[in-house]
């Protein structure tokens, strides 16, 4: 990198932490049953967020 500065792509240094990340993800949503359920995930905008928030709907809780 400090010889060929010119040349630098930071995609290329995080190549390996990136796929050791996405293993991760794939192994915690396995182990939590989540795994293959993707389709059945809405996307919400982000009115809605603040509307959650706001009236406490997302405040967090202990059990």
Do not use: W
């Amino acid at each position: 990198m400090h010889q060929n500065s010119s040349a630098f792509d930071p995609r290329k240094c995080l190549k390996e932490a990136t796929k050791a990340m996405s293993e991760n993800c794939v192994a915690r949503h396995e182990a939590f049953g989540a795994a293959g359920n993707a389709s059945k995930l809405r996307s919400l905008d982000l009115e809605e967020m603040v509307k959650r928030y706001d009236i406490g709907e997302l405040d967090p809780r202990v059990n």
